[in-house]
T-cell receptor
Framework: DGGITQSPKYLFRKEGQNVTLSCEQN?????MYWYRQDPGQGLRLIYY???????QKGDIAEGYSVSREKKESFPLTVTSAQKNPTAFYLC????????????FGDGTRLSIL | KQEVTQIPAALSVPEGENLVLNCSFT??????LQWFRQDPGKGLTSLLL?????REQTSGRLNASLDKSSGRSTLYIAASQPGDSATYLC??????????????FGSGTQLTVLP
């Protein structure tokens, strides 16, 4: 089945540690996105990528980094500079056309130890 | 900057009732509006996508309408079932923002359908 796979489902970070969240899609979509969701709030865009080897900052990029070396993969690193990383992280993808819907993975829940 | 509001934040109805969820947005320059469903601890499932040129979209018991000029969309759920219990999110893709591929989300309406 085509879809978006996020791993791990749960992740714990120690103080001063960088952690990387995985997002893989086999939908042959050009665009990929990372969102953060806090309790009772909507999603906020962290980073997005429209094509391989290109990505742009979203509304809350500080303390995060990404790479897009392959079309299928868009990993997100939560760095030690992100002081409040506890949240639910969602990855999405879509075709390149702005009229196409975004499809989401099942998310990764990140907590601080 | 686009802002999306969903009212009410929570809604509880008895099974079988028809219901309407509301979404409003501040900038009418949009490509489309998308309704999603989110179950607890899960990702988002796309329900309906309405292009800016469309007035409504239907899928089964769901009907979404769009009034771009007034900045409003509604999601109508007919004959609600306990399985419809979830959080419903709307999101708009603005055509006036820096990137046409960014979605702006509302904070959602948490729906509970009582058996």
């Amino acid at each position: 089945d085509g879809g978006i796979t996020q791993s791990p489902k749960y992740l714990f970070r120690k103080e001063g540690q960088n952690v990387t969240l995985s997002c893989e899609q086999n939908l042959n979509h050009d665009a990929m996105y990372w969102y953060r969701q806090d309790p009772g709030q909507g999603l906020r865009l962290i980073y997005y990528s429209q094509i391989v080897n290109d990505f742009q900052k979203g509304d809350i990029a500080e303390g995060y980094s990404v790479s897009r070396e392959k079309k299928e993969s868009f990993p997100l690193t939560v760095t030690s500079a992100q002081k409040n990383p506890t949240a639910f992280y969602l990855c999405a993808s879509s075709r390149g056309n702005s009229n196409q819907p975004q499809h989401f993975g099942d998310g990764t829940r990140l907590s601080i130890l | 900057k686009q802002e999306v509001t969903q009212i009410p934040a929570a809604l509880s109805v008895p099974e079988g009732e028809n219901l309407v969820l509301n979404c409003s947005f501040t900038d009418s320059a949009i490509y489309n509006l998308q309704w999603f469903r989110q179950d607890p601890g899960k990702g988002l499932t796309s329900l309906l996508l309405i292009q800016s040129s469309q007035r409504e979209q239907t899928s089964g018991r769901l009907n979404a309408s769009l009034d771009k000029s007034s900045g409003r969309s509604t999601l109508y759920i007919a004959a609600s079932q306990p399985g419809d219990s979830a959080t419903y999110l709307c999101a708009v893709r603005s055509s006036s923002s820096g990137s046409a591929r960014q979605l702006t989300f509302g904070s959602g309406t948490q729906l509970t359908v009582l058996p």
